[in-house]
C-alpha cells in the first residue's frame, strides 16, 4: 500500500507521547531567554510551539518549515492569537539559511529540528547559525539526543520501542537521536551557557551562545 | 559486493517492501569519478539505493541520496515525502558542489511528481535532467548522451515486479495471519499460509489477464454491483481458493462439514485482505483507495505553449505533441495514473486537475500538497 498520508494534524500528540509529554515545559523554559523586540528565527518551527511562544513574549519571529501542512496549522495558531503582525513564515527549508543576512538574529530556536537532519546537513546548519546569529547572540535548542552511559542508551532504547511503533503508526514518522550534539555545537564555534538532560539523559535543552569576539 | 549480501538486501527488500526503509543519504562515489562525471541522485529507500549502484556498476559518476523518509522515488514524490527542500538540502549540504565542476543533476522522472525542476535551478543553480524511470536504463541514457527512448520514460508491470508484489503482500500477511491462528485455529495455520502466498502469487501474476477489465470509473458488470477488482474479480480468487482449501481437506482426510463454514470466512477474509488495494500495488492504476482516483487531468488550451515538458515526465505515454508551438493533447487518457507529474512541471501552467463534482485543483494546490492533502480537500 503506498503510504500517502502525512499526518500533521496528529503530530503534536505523536511527538508529545514521544517525548513524554516534557515538550511544552522545556519550551517554555527556553523561550524565557527571549526578550521583547528581538529578531529571532526558528528553524523547523513544525506547527508553531516555538515560534508563538517568542512571539508572545514580543519577539519578531521568523518560522520556517520544510512540511507546508504544518505551516498551515502554525498559521492559524498564529492568526487566532492576532500574532500575524510579528510573525513571518516561510516554507524553507535549513539548507536555504545561507540566504539569510550575517549577524541578523538575536537568537536562533531549534525543537525537535537538528534530529531530523542528516550528520552533514546539521554541521551546515550549525555553520549558518553561526554566522547569521550577532555576536552575544543565543542558539536555543531542545531534542532527542543519545544518552551518554550505554547503559542509559539500552534503556533508553527499551522504552522508546513501543513509543516508537505508536508514533509510527500516527504520524509515519519518528525521530532519532542526535550523537555528540553538545561537541557539534562547540566545533561550530559556540559557547555552551547552560544545558539539561533529562533523566535518562535522552532529551536536551541546550543554551549556546555566539562569543562576543570572532573565533580565531 | 557479494551475492549474498545482495541476496539478503532483495530478499529482505522485498518480504517488507510495504514499509519504509530508510539508508543514509548524502554523496557516494561509483567507481572513480572526477570533476566531469555524472551526477545522479535518488531516494534514499535501501532496495532503490542497492539496485540504483548495482546497474552503475562499471560507470564513474556520484551518487546523491536525498531523504525520501525511506520511502522508494514514486511514492515519496506523489504523497509530499521527496521534495524540493529535500533535493536542495542534498545539493548544498553534501558538498557535491566541490568535487564537480558542472551544476547539472540527473533525477529519475518518477520524482517530476514532487520536485519541480525551476526551483532547484532557481534555488541552487543545479540544472535538473530527468533521468529514465527503472535504474537499469540509466547506463544506455548516460552514453546516449542524457536522451531518453520513449521506453525509458514509460512504467511498466512486468512478471519479476508483479512477483516482488506478490511477495511483498503475502509475507506481511502472513506473518499476521500465522499470529492469529497460532492462538485460535492452530490446525489451520499452515494451509492459509500457502493460501495466502497462493492466492497472491494467483493475483499478481495473472494480472495481464484481466487488467484491460479493471476500470478506472465506477462501472458495474453484468450482475455484480461493484467494479470488477473491486468484487467481481475478488469473488473469482475467493472461489479458486475455495477450491484449493476443499482439494487440500479432501486430499488430506480431514475434511469436515463442521470446519466448512470457519473456511468459508478465512478464505474470505485472506482474500479480502490480499487485494485490498490491488490497482495501488501496481504503478499501471490508481490507487483504489484514495478519492482522487476520480481527478482527470485538463488542459487549457488557451495556456498551453507547447512546451511538452509533461510529455517529458508522463511515467504513462499519456500526452501527444503535434509539433512546435502546438499545444499538447491526451489522446490515451485513459492510462492516466493522475499522478500529477505533468501538472507539477509544466511552466506555463496549462494542466490542472478536476473532479467529477466540477472542483478544480488548480497546479499551485497540487505543487504545495501533492496528493496526500488532496484526498481529504475533495470532501
Redesign the interface.
Same mark, same amino acid.
Given at each position: 500500500m503506498k503510504i500517502l498520508e502525512s499526518a500533521p494534524n496528529r503530530y503534536d500528540l505523536g511527538i508529545r507521547l514521544l517525548t513524554w509529554g516534557r515538550l511544552d515545559a522545556a519550551y517554555d523554559r527556553l523561550a524565557s531567554h527571549i526578550g521583547e523586540g528581538q529578531e529571532v528565527l526558528d528553524m523547523g518551527c513544525g506547527t508553531g510551539a516555538l515560534t508563538l511562544r517568542a512571539a508572545r513574549r514580543g519577539a519578531k519571529v521568523k518560522g520556517i518549515d520544510i512540511n507546508p501542512q504544518m505551516l498551515e496549522i502554525a498559521r492559524t495558531r498564529i492568526r487566532e492569537e492576532k500574532l500575524h503582525g510579528q510573525v513571518a513564515l516561510h516554507e524553507r527549508g535549513v539548507a536555504e539559511l545561507d540566504g539569510e543576512a550575517s549577524a541578523l538574529y538575536s537568537v536562533v530556536m531549534s525543537g525537535l529540528c537538528l534530529s531530523e537532519l542528516s550528520t552533514s546537513e546539521q554541521t551546515f546548519t550549525l555553520g549558518q547559525v553561526y554566522r547569521i546569529l550577532k555576536p552575544g547572540g543565543l542558539l536555543l535548542i531542545a531534542d532527542e539526543v543519545q544518552p551518554f552511559s550505554l547503559l542509559k542508551r539500552g534503556a533508553h532504547h527499551l522504552m522508546r520501542f513501543p513509543l516508537i511503533i505508536l508514533t509510527y503508526l500516527l504520524t509515519q514518522t519518528t525521530t532519532r537521536a542526535v550523537k555528540g550534539i553538545e561537541e557539534r555545537i562547540v566545533d561550530a564555534g559556540f559557547l555552551i551557557e547552560g544545558a539539561r538532560r533529562s533523566n535518562l539523559e535522552s532529551f536536551v535543552e541546550l543554551i549556546a551562545v555566539k562569543p562576543q569576539e570572532e573565533r580565531p | 559486493m557479494s551475492l549474498l549480501c545482495r541476496l539478503t538486501v532483495n530478499i529482505i527488500g522485498t518480504l517488507l517492501r510495504?514499509l @519504509?526503509m530508510p539508508c @543514509? %543519504?548524502?554523496v557516494f562515489k561509483i567507481g572513480n569519478p572526477d570533476t566531469t562525471s555524472p551526477v545522479l541522485l535518488t531516494g534514499n529507500y535501501r532496495l532503490t539505493v542497492h539496485r540504483v549502484r548495482r546497474a552503475l556498476r562499471g560507470t564513474d559518476c556520484y551518487l546523491l541520496v536525498a +531523504?525520501s *523518509?525511506g520511502?522508494n522515488v514514486w511514492?515519496a514524490a %506523489?504523497?509530499?515525502?521527496l %521534495?524540493n /527542500? =529535500?533535493v536542495?538540502?542534498v545539493?548544498?549540504?553534501?558538498?557535491v558542489h566541490e568535487r564537480v565542476n558542472h551544476r547539472r543533476v540527473i533525477l529519475p522522472q518518477l520524482a517530476a511528481a514532487g520536485v519541480m525542476s525551476g526551483t532547484i535551478h532557481e534555488?541552487t543553480g543545479w540544472r535538473v535532467i530527468w533521468g529514465p524511470v527503472y535504474a537499469r536504463d540509466i547506463p544506455a541514457f548516460l552514453s546516449a548522451d542524457f536522451k531518453k527512448t520513449r521506453d525509458m520514460s514509460r512504467v511498466n508491470f512486468l512478471w519479476d515486479q508483479r512477483l516482488e508484489m506478490a511477495s511483498a503482500w503475502a509475507f506481511p500477511i502472513s506473518l499476521v495471519a500465522a499470529l492469529l491462528l497460532w492462538g485460535f485455529w492452530p490446525e489451520a495455520l499452515w494451509p492459509a499460509v500457502c493460501l495466502i502466498w497462493g492466492t497472491s502469487m494467483m493475483i499478481f501474476l495473472a494480472f495481464p489477464f484481466y487488467a484491460h477489465r479493471l476500470n478506472r470509473g465506477g462501472k458495474r458488470i453484468g450482475f455484480v454491483f461493484f467494479d470488477f477488482g473491486q468484487g467481481a474479480l475478488q469473488l473469482f480468487v475467493w472461489g479458486i481458493a475455495l477450491l484449493g482449501i476443499l482439494f487440500y481437506s479432501v486430499l488430506s482426510g480431514e475434511f469436515t462439514w463442521a470446519a466448512t463454514p470457519r473456511w468459508l470466512l478465512l478464505t474470505f477474509i485472506l482474500v479480502l485482505v490480499l487485494s485490498? =488495494?490491488l490497482t495501488?500495488?501496481t504503478p499501471v492504476f490508481k490507487?483504489g483507495? /484514495?478519492e482522487d482516483r476520480y481527478l482527470k487531468v485538463t488542459i487549457d488550451e488557451t495556456r498551453c505553449k507547447g512546451i511538452g515538458f509533461c510529455e517529458s515526465v508522463c511515467p504513462r505515454d499519456c500526452y501527444e505533441l503535434a509539433g512546435k508551438g502546438q499545444t499538447v493533447s491526451m489522446p490515451p487518457a485513459a492510462r492516466c495514473v493522475q499522478c500529477g507529474a505533468c501538472i507539477v512541471q509544466c511552466p506555463a501552467d496549462a494542466l490542472f486537475f478536476t473532479h467529477p463534482s466540477g472542483k478544480i485543483l488548480d497546479p499551485e494546490t497540487v505543487r *504545495?500538497?501533492k496528493? +496526500?492533502?488532496m484526498?481529504k480537500r475533495l470532501k
Open positions: - | 510495504i @519504509p @543514509p %543519504t548524502g +531523504n *523518509r520511502i511514492c %506523489t504523497g509530499g515525502l %521534495t /527542500h =529535500d536542495i538540502s545539493l548544498k549540504t553534501s558538498g534555488k485490498i =488495494d495501488g500495488s490507487s483507495l /484514495h *504545495r500538497f496528493l +496526500n492533502l484526498g
